[in-house]
């Protein structure tokens, strides 16, 4: 059974929003899920016409549930999550929002900080959202049904949650999952299966591996965890080793794990990601956690 049962595809009326819709299609029939569209605007308009004006097909009209708000895209969007309650939102990594910004002469201080590749709406969305974000990324090619799933894996705790929303979703669509480690090693030419190093200096990466995906897959079921394949180390530069990856396998997906700041200096491996990639990318939050405790009245006397 699905974990996946309510799904959540923002639409602002633009084409590059509208390119994630067959797949949020395809995903609701194979997981036998909800659909529900949303559109913000300031007037609402009857439900046949909104829908045309958003790009669905006739012939869909009727596998979804149209909302359309009177308010911001992103204060809609993560309404819509908490009342909807949505388990995965679905959206363009861009979309009107950011011609809109564009136009509107943002300060160069803003721009830097933005990647060029996300919208303001996407962006709230990904930096807020406490459910999974599917990113098509302006470079997206739609190719369904899908068949695997990469996944990122770093040691970190959010490459953990990453590990286990994929396994979750792998189960129903039935999709094998590889999980990636991009790391140091003696030598950065190809990926590695797990266990296969025999350089006493490297002795503790398939292990490392094997915690990672304890870690990740302890909360799932065993049919889930079945569909968790392989797990490779590739040395070098982790966005380059996870689009080759991508391309080499035909990765349907890629998961990852981020902390939810696109700061300056932040998510550097995301913003690449989001410029290069074709495939979607499953974004799972996870802020960081601070290991300083502020102590405080009698706590700091004792």
């Known amino acids: 059974m699905s974990r996946f049962k309510s799904l959540l595809l923002p639409l602002d009326g633009s084409a590059e929003s509208a390119k994630g819709i067959g797949c949020a299609l395809w995903l609701a029939q194979m997981l036998d899920a909800t659909l529900h569209v949303l559109h913000a605007g300031e007037h609402a308009l009857p439900r046949e016409q909104a829908l045309q004006r958003l790009c669905v097909p006739d012939a869909q009209h009727h596998r979804l549930v149209l909302h359309q708000m009177p308010t911001d895209a992103q204060a809609a969007i993560l309404e819509a999550i908490a009342l909807l309650k949505v388990d995965m939102v679905i959206m363009s990594a861009l979309g009107e929002s950011i011609s809109q910004q564009q136009a509107q002469g943002q300060a160069q201080e803003q721009k830097q900080e933005q990647p060029r590749s996300l919208g303001r709406v996407a962006l709230g969305v990904a930096e807020h959202s406490p459910v999974p974000v599917l990113l098509f990324p302006s470079r997206y090619r739609e190719v369904l049904p899908w068949r695997s799933i990469l996944v990122a894996a770093s040691g970190e705790a959010a490459a953990d949650h990453a590990l286990e929303a994929a396994a979750q979703l792998a189960a129903p669509l039935q999709l094998k999952v590889t999980v990636l480690h991009a790391g140091d090693g003696p030598d950065g030419s190809a990926a590695a299966p797990l266990g296969t190093y025999a350089d006493a200096v490297h002795h503790e990466y398939p292990h ?20 968790v394949e392989s797990a490779l180390l590739h040395c070098g530069d982790p966005a380059m080793v996870l689009l080759q990856q991508v391309e080499l396998a035909g990765s349907s997906m890629l998961a990852l794990g981020w902390h939810g700041a696109f700061g300056a200096g932040r998510a550097l491996v995301l913003k690449r990601l989001l410029e290069q990639a074709s495939c979607p990318l499953l974004l799972i939050r996870q802020a960081e956690q601070s290991s300083v405790h502020l102590k405080v009245g009698v706590e700091l006397e004792s």
């Open 208 to 227: 490392r591996l094997r915690q990672m995906l304890d870690r990740g897959l302890g909360s799932c079921t065993d049919e889930e965890a079945r569909h």
